[in-house]
Nanobody, 130 residues
Framework: QMQLVESGGGLVQAGGSLRLSCAAN????????MAWFRQAPGKEREFVAA????????YYENSMKGRFTISRDNAKNTVYLQMSVLKPEDTAVYYC???????????????????????WGQGTQVTVSS
């Protein structure tokens, strides 16, 4: 079992930056691939980025590539999402999530579906004003 708690959300102007953190408890963290999803009002939850158990493998939704960076610190049981050049359309609740397997790629596809992940945090609100 693993519990996840996000922090770092807030209100930022377009073009600005934010760093989200996700603190995990439970010994499973070091063996889990981790990811961030987001959900805007009236929309489905969508994949943002994923990182493998050791941080060596990452994968991003196309629209986030070059603007967002996912990373992790296993010594601190924490995963991060550094967001820059934020746009109003990035406004959403951001969720941290983990899956009980170490990799972000199955061999045929990347793990980008909500159902691929086992553990979820409560989310942190990010609002980008224009």
């Amino acid at each position: 079992q693993m519990q996840l708690v996000e922090s770092g959300g807030g209100l930022v102007q377009a073009g600005g930056s934010l760093r989200l953190s996700c603190a995990a408890n439970g010994r499973a963290f070091g063996n889990c691939a981790m990811a961030w999803f987001r959900q805007a009002p009236g929309k489905e939850r969508e994949f943002v980025a994923a990182v493998s158990w050791d941080g060596a493998g990452t994968y991003y939704e196309n629209s986030m590539k070059g603007r967002f960076t996912i990373s992790r610190d296993n010594a601190k049981n924490t995963v991060y999402l550094q967001m820059s050049v934020l746009k109003p359309e990035d406004t959403a609740v951001y969720y941290c999530t983990g899956r009980t397997s170490p990799h972000v790629y199955s061999g045929t596809r990347y793990y980008t579906r909500v159902g691929d992940y086992n553990y979820w945090g409560q989310g942190t609100q990010v609002t980008v004003s224009s």
